[in-house]
């Protein structure tokens, strides 16, 4: 039976780190970080993931801004508004919430936050530092997943990953993250998705499997090899065969069987969703020293 | 025995269409693409690279602009450079000749060019841009490959492609370029590098193998599929066994004997070399019309 990783206690002990190093910062430089989340619209998911940045933040000391806009602000009013927090000292990280509404250009919105102020990674600039291996902000969900990896399976030069997904907020920048040559990386990196036919041949050699599809219960027992990490992305709202007319969220691998093969896996939920908040508060505080002048490591 | 792919016929190709294009833009819109090429210091393998570019610059009718710089010129000094070409309307394509002199920060200088004018497409937002699949400037060597990949095996939807080293600017590029869905990509893709224990292990998987380490014939024929498409970035100077007291270029593939399982193979030299300068000059090209506002299929 598999070891359950419990993403909701890690994503604990990471925030406590957070708080304190928040506590340090404000006690030497009389501030704190500062995240300014912008929603457009009132796409009800997005309502509760803005909700719940401004919560985690709250509870790490970090100031949160929310700024809620109407669904029909124009593209000129969001470039104008991000520029506005890009000259803003006191604001230090700026986070869109995606999706956006149709008649908005999500590129050129995310190109036009000051790189330094990206917590979520996403402007072209992070993401090239990322591949070049060059100092940057990592986007928030591989981030997470990297360190669920490295606390499970501390050796993991030479391990082959295997990701299933190619998506520009998960699986392309994950592969890219993996293959790095550093202690947290170094791996061999597969990537496969809806051009594969055989996806299980992939799966099957993989020590580490992350899979980042969105497809309910798509990984099954015999796609995993035994002994491997298995790191579930995917959050799925499926009907509960348990409780008639009820739904319950479910990951994109089967849990209850992949768990009688594999050494370690992510529940769904309390997984990866407790980490991807977690990192983007690490980067806020990372944001904050940067442009503060203030080392990394202090 | 394998077809052996004629990187430098259909270099000549490429170099064909880009010449008729320069006619094509010169006649209509009265100037030419120039490229500007600077090289810092004596290296003579960058001297004869540099002499290169500005031969095939020459050939196809795209100005060429060599500037020749002391091996002491400072970051300030090249920093200084950059920005008048950056500003220069008469300039289209910015490359420097890397490796560049130990005291200067190779990074600093490549993020300093316009990213409109990278040609090379080593700038962090080229980079990212390749990862999110936005239209970008691909990197010279990369591109080479990929375009002799789909002219070799037209249909590589769902092939598996390994990638054997993960440099900046040939592993780590293409493994982004050939994960994109479309096309020209839409491969399954691995990349290994020196931390993985059996390469062979993954090379005999592929359907698509590209090798760019620079270690003279490491691919041996048990390291290959049958039928696979093989393409050898690497070139090595090695002593050559039947000419006592020469050398001989070689790749990183043992061609003699991975020729006679492989569906086909480029040759070292007359394989990639001559596909990365085509590359540069088709950059180059794109580089005026995206700066004069032409569409790029014009």
Redesign the interface.
């Known amino acids: 039976m598999a070891i359950i990783i419990d993403g909701k206690a890690i994503a604990s002990e990471i925030k406590e780190e957070v708080k304190q190093e928040v506590e340090k910062l404000e006690q030497k430089y009389g501030k704190k970080p500062a995240l300014a989340v912008i929603l457009v619209g009132n796409n009800p998911a997005s309502e509760v993931y803005v909700r719940n940045k401004k919560k985690n933040s709250e509870e790490v000391g970090i100031n949160s801004w929310q700024i809620l806009l109407d669904e029909h602000t124009t593209q000129q009013e969001l470039l104008t508004l991000i520029g506005q927090l890009n000259n803003d000292n006191n604001v230090n990280g700026i986070l869109v919430q995606l999706p956006l509404p149709s008649h908005i250009n999500e590129?050129e919105i995310i190109n036009a936050i000051d790189p330094v102020k990206d917590v979520d990674g996403f402007?072209?600039?992070?993401?090239?530092?990322l591949?070049?291996?060059?100092d940057c902000f990592i986007p928030c969900t591989p981030y997470g997943c990297q360190e669920l990896i490295v606390r499970t399976m501390p050796d993991i030069?030479?391990k082959h990953i295997v990701i299933v997904g190619?998506s520009?907020i998960v699986g392309?920048?994950l592969?890219?993250l993996m293959?790095q040559?550093n202690n947290r990386a170094?791996?061999?990196?597969?990537?496969?998705?809806?051009?594969?036919?055989d996806i299980g041949y992939?799966t099957r050699q993989a020590d580490i499997l992350v899979v980042a599809v969105g497809k309910a219960n798509m990984i099954t027992k015999d796609m995993v090899k035994k002994g491997a990490v298995v790191i579930d992305v995917g959050i799925n709202r499926i009907n509960d065969p348990e409780n008639p007319g009820k739904t319950k969220l479910v990951g994109d691998v089967k849990f209850d069987e992949v768990y009688e093969v594999a050494h370690a896996i992510t529940p769904v939920p309390g997984g990866v969703g407790p980490m991807t908040i977690a990192m983007l508060l690490k980067n806020t505080v990372k944001a904050f020293k940067l442009q503060n002048n203030i080392a990394i490591n202090e």
């Open positions: 590129n402007h072209p600039v992070n993401t090239g530092k591949v070049i291996g060059e030069k030479g190619r520009n392309k920048p592969a890219n293959v040559k170094n791996c061999i990196v597969t990537v496969c998705h809806t051009a594969t036919k992939y």
